[in-house]
């Protein structure tokens, strides 16, 4: 079983910049790939950014250029760094884990979310 604790959400202006963290705990394989999904109020979920164990990344194409998603193997614990925000990205934000050297989007394990809003 793996543990995640997303942190750092909040309320932020236009333009603004956020920086979430997911903490992972208990048991974790050599291979898993970690990534942010994100929902908002009435919409599916949406894949954000996802990154495997060799550091390669993916973006949504409605993130390529403002979200950067970075892990750090030895404290477990994945990052989403949010420049430029726009009102469109107001969503909850959940950390996922998925095990394999691959990314599918077929999480196995996901945190509890949490929220960001951005207001104009």
């Known amino acids: 079983q793996v543990q995640l604790v997303e942190s750092g959400g909040g309320s932020v202006q236009v333009g603004g910049s956020l920086r979430l963290s997911c903490a992972a705990s208990?048991?974790?394989?050599?291979?898993?790939?970690m990534g942010w999904v994100r929902q908002a109020p009435g919409k599916g979920r949406e894949r954000v950014a996802a990154i495997v164990n060799d550091g390669s990344t993916s973006y949504a194409d409605s993130v390529k250029g403002r979200f950067t998603i970075s892990r750090d193997n030895a404290k477990n614990t994945l990052y989403l760094q949010m420049n430029t925000l726009k009102p469109e990205d107001t969503a909850m934000y959940y950390c996922?884990?998925?095990?394999?050297?691959?990314?599918?989007?077929?999480?196995?394990?996901w945190g509890q979310g949490t929220q960001v809003t951005v207001s104009s």
């Open positions: 996922a884990a998925e095990i394999g050297r691959y990314c599918s989007g077929a999480y196995d394990y």
């Open positions: 208990g048991y974790i394989p050599n291979y898993v790939c």
